[in-house]
C-alpha cells in the first residue's frame, strides 16, 4: 500500500510559476508509472503529464513547453515544475502512482491561478 501526498498548491497570478510535490509513503521503485493528473470545475479530470521508472516522460500539449515532471526515487517524491502558469491552468492537482496491478492517487491540491 503506497500513500501519495500532495503540497505545493496556492493562488498565483498569471505568468507565474508554482512545483509541487507529491510525496510517497513508501519507495516508488516500485511504481512502474507516475503522473500528474488535473480537475478543473465542470471538467473531467486529464492526465498533465507522467514520468515511467526509467524517468521517460510524457506531457500534455496543453501544458508542453511550460510544465515539467521530474522524480527523485531517493526522496520517493515526484515533482511537476509549472511556469507561465495561465487562469486556464486552475485546477485541482493529483498524484497518481501505477504499478502493474493497481493505481494509487493522492487527495489533491488546488492551484489557483488569477490576477
Known amino acids: 500500500q503506497v500513500q501519495l501526498v500532495e503540497s505545493g498548491g496556492g493562488l498565483v497570478q498569471p505568468g507565474e510559476s508554482l512545483r509541487l510535490s507529491c510525496a510517497a509513503s513508501?519507495?516508488?521503485?516500485?511504481?512502474?508509472?507516475m503522473g500528474w493528473y488535473r480537475q478543473a470545475p465542470g471538467k473531467e479530470r486529464e492526465l498533465v503529464a507522467h514520468?515511467?521508472?526509467?524517468?521517460?516522460?510524457n506531457v500534455a500539449d496543453s501544458v508542453k513547453g511550460r510544465f515539467t515532471i521530474s522524480r527523485d526515487n531517493a526522496k520517493n517524491t515526484v515533482y511537476l515544475q509549472m511556469n507561465s502558469l495561465k487562469p486556464e491552468d486552475t485546477a485541482v492537482y493529483y498524484c497518481?502512482?501505477?504499478?502493474?496491478?493497481?493505481?494509487?492517487w493522492g487527495k489533491g491540491t488546488l492551484v489557483t491561478v488569477s490576477s
Open positions: 513508501s519507495s516508488i521503485i516500485g511504481l512502474n508509472l
Open positions: 497518481k502512482g501505477s504499478t502493474m496491478l493497481r493505481d494509487y
Open positions: 514520468i515511467t521508472r526509467a524517468g521517460i516522460t
